[in-house]
């Protein structure tokens, strides 16, 4: 039995202490937000926070997550209304959607570390995330729009 705080919330979840986080999000608490990619850590779709630093929740046992606070898209604001979902929105940012949860996920650890990224800090954050729709120059412009940034 592993205790887990997701999302402000504390579950006690009986699972294999290896399971990929990934998998105890989705599957077991029922967090569909968080997508699976490629399962090797390499697209970013299934990027979570882990006290509030970006991780790629497919790889990481769940294990690791004891003791610490995971954030998931879901936690990110309950109504939709943080500022980069907010730019997401009026942006138009998705096509297919698939990797903007971790797209997010990954912008918001930015911009928590850097409130006013440059461009280049943007796309040096981000470029761990990929989009198989190409969306790229949206996502920043989204990130730019989020911090306030010109």
């Given at each position: 039995m592993l205790k887990l705080r997701v999302n402000g919330r504390d579950h006690d979840v009986d699972v294999d202490p290896e399971m990929p986080l990934l998998w105890v999000v989705r599957d077991v608490l029922g967090l569909t937000g968080t997508k699976f990619g490629c399962g090797e850590a390499l697209c970013g779709a299934c990027v979570v926070h882990l006290d509030g630093e970006a991780m790629r929740s497919c790889?990481?046992?769940?294990?690791?997550?004891?003791?610490?606070?995971?954030?998931?898209?879901?936690?990110?604001?309950?109504?939709?209304?943080?500022?980069?979902?907010?730019?997401?929105?009026?942006?138009?940012?998705?096509?297919?959607?698939?990797?903007?949860?971790?797209?997010?996920?990954?912008?918001?650890?930015?911009?928590?570390?850097?409130?006013?990224?440059?461009?280049?800090?943007?796309?040096q954050s981000l470029a761990g995330n990929l989009c198989r729709c190409g969306t790229y120059l949206r996502i920043r412009a989204a990130v730019k729009k989020a911090a306030g940034v010109p």
């Open positions: 790889v990481m046992p769940a294990r690791r997550a004891v003791g610490h606070e995971v954030t998931t898209i879901e936690g990110l604001s309950a109504d939709g209304s943080h500022p980069l979902q907010k730019a997401w929105v009026e942006l138009g940012v998705p096509q297919c959607g698939y990797c903007q949860s971790g797209q997010i996920m990954s912008a918001a650890a930015l911009l928590r570390k850097k409130p006013a990224p440059s461009d280049a800090e943007i796309d």
